[in-house]
């Protein structure tokens, strides 16, 4: 390994022990590498590339951008251009992995483990904390009141909700809905990244401050850091607050709605 592979990969390591994740996975080396994607995906640093590449830090290594395989014209608004691609991992390689988790404290709480859903090939990702009371009980995100919310806000984008995916920062609902602490998330937090690299979407939605903090490591209060793009490897992120907060503050709703407007203009740019 050369020295500026090696300190790419310390970099990442040290990036990935800041937001409390010690421990990496490797898959079996991909058969083939396409060309367009990560200039990381050389030689010896398939370990890099396995990783999610948020990129918050002015030095985590950026990917080059993902060749489209067809004219821009002919795409579905709503679904990401499937470029030639290496070998990647499917949600269902995933939530079979995660099988019937009992990693952290919350398996013991939970009825039903919320690994995601929606569109598999979604240009955009909504990531929230965790399941609730009516999506433990349902099996799938954001069925509850916030959920509703959600709905509606993509519904005034002209999004449908099936043409989106969505999930959350943890798979297993809190006890009393507290916020996910640190270690549960440190846990979980490798399937969302695994989640995310497997639909390549164009854009990640932030639901709330742990999903914040979780993707891009931002720890400033949401009213600062909210409303804006930030990179999250070749993809961009969306950073807002959580429909559960704008429930609590009504008055609020209109950051959320002027947020989701930067998505639709983002999506149609
Ligand atoms: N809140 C979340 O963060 N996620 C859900 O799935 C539901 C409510």
Redesign the pocket.
């Known amino acids: 390994m050369d020295d500026r592979l090696r300190n790419e990969l310390a970099a990442w390591l040290e990036f990935y022990r800041e937001l409390g994740i010690e421990d990496f996975y490797r898959r079996p080396p991909a058969p083939k590498i396409e060309a367009g994607n990560s200039k990381l995906e050389t030689g010896n640093s398939k370990l890099v590339t396995e990783l999610p590449i948020p990129s918050a830090r002015p030095e985590a290594p950026k990917p080059e951008p993902r060749a489209h395989a067809v004219p821009p014209q002919a795409l579905n608004l709503f679904e990401t251009p499937q470029p030639a691609r290496r070998e990647r991992e499917t949600l269902e390689q995933i939530r079979a992995d995660l099988g019937d988790c009992q990693r952290c404290r919350l398996a013991s709480g939970r009825k039903t483990i919320?690994f995601g859903q929606g569109n598999t090939r979604a240009q955009v990702v909504f990531v929230?904390?965790?399941?609730?009371a009516?999506?433990d009980e349902q099996g799938?995100?954001?069925?509850?009141r916030?959920?509703q919310l959600l709905n509606r806000m993509l519904q005034s984008i002209g999004i449908k909700r099936e043409e989106v995916y969505?999930?959350?920062?943890v798979k297993c609902r809190p006890p009393g809905?507290r916020t996910p602490e640190r270690d549960e998330i440190e846990t979980c937090s490798p399937f969302l990244f695994r989640q995310i690299e497997a639909i390549r979407p164009r854009l990640v939605c932030c639901?709330?401050a742990?999903?914040v903090k979780t993707l891009l490591g931002l720890k400033e209060g949401m009213l600062k850091i909210r409303g804006r793009f930030y990179d999250y490897g070749a993809a961009k992120a969306l950073a807002t607050v959580?429909?559960?907060y704008v429930l609590r503050n009504p008055r609020e709703e209109k950051i959320l709605r002027e947020d989701f407007e930067k998505i639709r203009d983002f999506l149609r740019a």
């Not at 799938?140 to 509850?144: A, H, Q």
């Open positions: 919320v929230g904390e965790g399941p609730g009516d999506e799938l995100p954001f069925v509850g916030a959920g969505i999930c959350n920062v809905n639901l709330g742990p999903a959580h429909p559960a």
